[in-house]
């Protein structure tokens, strides 16, 4: 093979994204594979696969597979597989639910026991997902923190629905795991991925007035 062909190839990392039913890994996947956010919840049955080719810093294409896991296969036969084997890993849950906090330390051993016989061990983060809510935070930022220290894991706080820091928190894994260092300007770059709906509301008056919603609607028979 020439020179030029290796340079050509690129690195694939396997990402898996594990945490509790609901947490937002289908969502945090779609938009930093998609760019897009769904309201309606699809619990995740088995798993899900999303690729996507980013460049990190130094021109360095890598493609990221990433394997969204049910949050229902915990304590599954097929966790300890689908976990095998990933360079990296998020633990992600939601700001606004302390139970999907705290299971988060099953989850974790779980990911240290799919490892153990394995010689190389995946980069791990802990993902507070749901930033946009942070009215109703109900995990403390400390208690977050603690964790990460404790454990050695990256530590990010991302909004699956608008955007905010979800690529940032898959490039700076990325990063970690191919030794790329990645500087301040490079990751403000990345967060900053705020997006809002826009509500056209003249339409919207126009449209409720001609057909009122259906919920709305009454039938005496
Ligand atoms: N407000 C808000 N809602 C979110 C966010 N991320 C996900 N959701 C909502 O939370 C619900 C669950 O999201 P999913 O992405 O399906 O959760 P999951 O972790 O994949 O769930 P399982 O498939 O059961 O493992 C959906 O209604 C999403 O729209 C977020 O960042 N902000």
């Known amino acids: 093979m020439s020179d030029s062909e290796e340079d050509g190839q690129e690195r694939q990392l396997k990402v898996v994204l594990i945490g509790d039913g609901a947490s937002g890994k289908t969502s945090l996947a779609t938009q930093f594979a998609q760019e897009a956010f769904g309201k309606q919840y699809k619990q995740t049955i088995g798993l899900d696969f999303f690729l996507k080719r980013i460049t990190l810093p130094g021109n360095q294409n890598v493609t990221l597979q990433v394997w969204d896991i049910g949050g229902q296969t915990i304590g599954g036969k097929m966790l300890d597989k689908y976990v095998y084997g990933a360079q990296g890993v998020l633990l992600v849950y939601d700001i606004t639910n302390s139970q999907s906090f705290e299971n988060l330390e099953d989850w974790y051993s779980m990911v240290k026991k799919a490892n153990q016989e394995s010689d190389i061990q995946p980069v791990i983060a802990l993902v507070g997902n749901k930033t946009d809510l942070e009215h109703m935070r109900m995990v403390k930022v400390d208690k977050h923190q603690r964790f990460c220290q404790e454990n050695g894991l990256i530590s ?47 339409q919207e008056t126009v449209a409720r007035t001609v057909n009122p919603p259906r919920s709305s609607m009454c039938v005496v028979q």
């Open 156 to 202: 990010q706080f991302v909004s699956a629905k608008t955007g905010d820091s979800v690529f940032l928190c898959f490039q700076r894994v990325s990063a970690e795991i191919l030794g790329i260092k990645l500087n301040k300007a490079e990751m403000e770059q990345s967060q900053r991925v705020v997006k809002a709906d826009i509500v056209n509301y003249s």
